[in-house]
């Protein structure tokens, strides 16, 4: 669900006519497998960190909770490169065939600095 900013956000770029220019616009379109994809992995993360949570209310050996917190950055890092795939194959893909070359790359650039 789309917030008022956003909402405002995206009128802004629909009237200065951003939205068809490039693939990088506040939303993406996914088809429906990668969308299921994504929500799984975010469910299992979700669990992992309510477990997580359990075993510091429990007083759980500090050992034991970062073992667990290793695999949910792992578990994390997983689900980005998901996305990064798909955004590489997809949204960047995109932009290179509209002759946006220099924009794309300096996009997934400054998002793979961003994840690391």
Do not use: W
Not at 24 to 40: A, I, P, Q, S, V
């Amino acid at each position: 669900m789309e917030t008022g900013a956003e909402a405002a956000e995206n009128a802004a770029a629909a009237d200065a006519g951003t939205d068809d220019a490039v693939c990088h616009c506040r939303h993406k379109h996914r088809t429906e497998k990668e969308e299921k994809d994504l929500l799984n992995r975010l469910s299992r993360i979700e669990g992992q960190v309510r477990g997580i949570k359990a075993m510091v209310q429990d007083e759980r050996y500090c050992p034991d909770i970062l073992v667990q917190v290793s695999a949910v950055q792992s578990a994390l890092n997983g689900f980005c490169k998901v996305l990064l795939s798909n955004h590489i194959k997809t949204c960047v893909v995109e932009d290179i065939r509209n002759g946006n070359e220099e924009t794309a790359v300096a996009e997934l650039c400054e998002t793979i600095k961003k994840m690391m």
